[in-house]
């Protein structure tokens, strides 16, 4: 009982301890409104979930590096500072900056299309591009589904039904007139599954949607917001980008040797970079819907220096692995198999209500106290019922009930075992 306040108060009672404002904030609660954390859960999903954004931030906090940074133009090249160099390489004692650009040649490649979105890709992307959250991103979904301007959105396929590809095929005949069969090339991407992919229902690009619903020609129950038309662009863009032409791309592989000169004529070399950048769209393909192919001006072979206006250049210090954000919790819940696409925005959503973590300006996660606190008591206490694989397996079994491949008494029958053994059985909560 009172696991999380007790623990709390103990860890500030010792000599020399301090608090910070979080802390005495939670001190503040435990002491004067302990009803709010008398029954803390994390559900299976969750759970594991918490802990990823956990041990994200641990991870983050550790990979503090330093970088030089130079721009040529539009290309961004990152120099990484080797450890031995850290306290050399400052921005004040750097006073100059000499890059020695190779080609190590030149080729041609076909760039595919991603396929159209599904749940998890959808929520990831969107989320990330608009910066808004996954439960924001799934209420505009939901909504656009209820208009009838996109298909059903809890979906975890990328099937294209043959209705799906004529509208690509409607809308690129408009568009591109009799050139339009060099782009158009209709994909299924996938067979079988209840449902296909996250897709509109009609040839109609949100530009022209706009137009039409302000003219009375389509008439939608409720009043759409600049919201609205950004995520169905989106959603309209890659289902039309799935079902074009690839793109032929030419690209320069480049290496970049870089010297570092500091203000007592000390000369350091950083360790090459090597890099293929795209030079050249040969062939649009999908790219002239979609738009993600960028290209970059390439500086030619020689000696740059800073000194003169070849670049400019900065020290920076960057962390290298990312906090989690929303966009990369729900594409890590698809990869691992935890969660469903029905679920996904909710898992987020329910960790940030309870306050186990919050959200930054820019979406990252960050683990409060009290989540630490709370998940450190479930994997103490119940590591296996808790761990990402038992809620993976568990959930396989539930979709081989859903298939009718297994037997729902049997998974009742081992549900009930488990909580047996671990002395659960007629417990109705537990107050930490």
Request: proline share 4%; with cysteine.
């Amino acid at each position: 009982k009172n696991y999380f306040c007790s623990r709390l108060a103990s860890a500030y009672q010792e000599p020399g301890s301090s608090r910070s404002r979080r802390v005495s904030k939670y001190l503040v609660l435990c002491s004067k409104y302990r009803e709010s954390y008398k029954r803390l859960s994390a559900g299976r999903v969750q759970s594991p979930v918490l802990g990823w954004i956990i041990e994200s931030y641990e991870e983050h906090r550790r990979s503090l590096s330093k970088y030089l940074v130079f721009h040529f133009k539009d290309l961004k090249i990152m120099a990484k500072v080797p450890e031995s160099l850290r306290d050399l390489i400052t921005q004040d004692n750097v006073i100059e900056v000499r890059i020695n650009v190779r080609s190590r040649g030149v080729s041609e490649e076909l760039v595919s299309p991603p396929p159209p979105y599904t749940t998890d890709t959808a929520l990831s992307e969107i989320s990330s591009v608009l910066g808004i959250s996954a439960s924001q991103v799934m209420k505009v979904l939901q909504e656009l589904f209820e208009f009838g301007l996109i298909t059903y959105h809890r979906t975890d396929s990328v099937r294209v039904s043959d209705a799906g590809i004529k509208v690509a095929r409607e809308y690129l005949s408009k568009k591109f007139g009799e050139s339009w069969d060099k782009f158009f090339e209709g994909r299924v991407w996938g067979v079988g599954g209840a449902h296909e992919c996250i897709r509109p229902t009609r040839p109609i690009d949100a530009e022209t949607l706009r137009e039409l619903i302000s003219e009375g020609v389509i008439e939608i129950p409720r009043r759409l917001h600049n919201m609205h038309f950004r995520v169905y662009d989106m959603i309209f863009r890659r289902f039309i980008a799935s079902q074009m032409s690839k793109a032929l791309v030419r690209k320069r592989s480049v290496e970049f040797r870089v010297e570092v000169i500091t203000r007592d004529s000390r000369r350091f070399e950083l360790p090459p970079i090597s890099k293929e950048i795209i030079s050249e769209v040969v062939f649009d393909g999908f790219n002239k819907v979609l738009k993600s192919l960028r290209v970059y001006q390439v500086p030619d072979d020689g000696l740059y220096s800073s000194e003169g206006s070849d670049f400019k250049y900065y020290v920076e210090s960057v962390y290298e692995v990312p906090l989690h954000t929303e966009a990369s919790v729900v594409r890590t819940m698809k990869e691992r198999g935890i969660g469903r696409p029905s679920t996904y925005a909710k898992i987020v959503e329910t960790i940030l209500k309870r306050r186990y973590a919050f959200s930054k300006r820019r979406g990252e996660l960050i683990p409060s106290l009290l989540g630490r606190e709370v998940y450190n008591y479930l994997t103490e206490k119940y590591a296996r019922l808790v761990s990402e694989e038992r809620t993976r397996v568990l959930e396989s079994k539930m979709s081989s009930v859903e298939s009718d491949e297994s037997l729902y008494n049997d998974l009742l029958r081992e549900l009930y075992e488990e909580l047996r053994a671990n002395e659960l059985l007629g417990v109705t909560g537990y107050e930490l």
